[in-house]
C-alpha cells in the first residue's frame, strides 16, 4: 500500500500546519476505514452491519433501554439509531416494547436470535482484530490504545473552529435528557 506523504511544498501552502500532523491525522483515517471495511466485509453473511453489532453489543451488555440512550451511547443521531433498530427488529435480533416506567416512551431489548448473532459476531471479530493486531506487540499495543485516547481526549476539549453551540458544550441534541456525549465503550 502507498504510504501517505505531504507535497515538498506543505508549508508553502499552509505555513500554520504541521506535516506530522497531517499525516497521522489521514493515517488514521485510512486505517479507520480500512478495519471498517474489514469489519463489514466479515459481518455481512451474518446479516449484520458493524453498526448493528454495536447496539447488540450494548443492549446485551447494558441491558434494555431506551433508543435515545443508545443514541447517546454511540453517539449517534435519533434518525440513524432508528434505521438501524428497523433493521435489527426486521431481523429478529432486537424488540421494542413500552417502557413500564414511563408509557409514553419504549424500551429496546436484544432477543435470543440477537444474543446467538452476537456471538458470532464477537468471535468473528475478535478473532479477526487478534490477527490484524498482531503487528504489534503487547507492550506496543498498549502505547497505541493510550496514544489513542489522548487524541480521543484532545479532540473532546478541543471542539471544531465554527463548531455549534451543542458541540461546544459536549452535549448533543438527541432529545429531552440528553446529556454529554462520550467515548462509548468497547460495545462488542
Known amino acids: 500500500m502507498a504510504t501517505i506523504e505531504m507535497p515538498s511544498d506543505f508549508y508553502d ?5 504541521s506535516i506530522l500532523a497531517t499525516e497521522a491525522v489521514m493515517n488514521t483515517v485510512r ?16 446479516n449484520v452491519s458493524a453498526a448493528g453489532g454495536l447496539v447488540l453489543g450494548v443492549l ?16 449517534v443521531t435519533r434518525a440513524t439509531v432508528t434505521g438501524l433498530l428497523d433493521s435489527l427488529e426486521r431481523r429478529g435480533f432486537v424488540r421494542r416494547a413500552p417502557n413500564p416506567a414511563d408509557r409514553r416512551s419504549l424500551l429496546v431489548e436484544i432477543t435470543p436470535a440477537g444474543r446467538d448473532v452476537l456471538q458470532q459476531v464477537r468471535t468473528t471479530v475478535h478473532r479477526a ?4 493486531m498482531s503487528v504489534l506487540s503487547e507492550a506496543e499495543l498498549r502505547t497505541y490504545i ?40 468497547d460495545p462488542r
Open 129 to 132: 482484530e487478534k490477527a490484524w
Open 60 to 75: 446485551r451488555d447494558r441491558g434494555p433501554m431506551s433508543p435515545s440512550e443508545l443514541g447517546q451511547r454511540l453517539i
Open 146 to 185: 493510550e496514544l489513542l485516547h489522548r487524541i480521543q481526549d484532545g479532540l473532546a476539549d478541543h471542539p471544531p473552529i465554527g463548531a455549534s453551540p451543542h458541540e461546544r458544550t459536549g452535549t448533543e441534541s438527541v432529545g429531552p435528557g440528553a446529556g454529554p456525549v462520550g467515548r462509548p465503550s
Open 31 to 46: 486505517t479507520a476505514d480500512l478495519l471498517f471495511d474489514r469489519i463489514g466485509r466479515l459481518l455481512r453473511p451474518l
Open 13 to 17: 501552502q499552509t505555513p500554520d500546519a
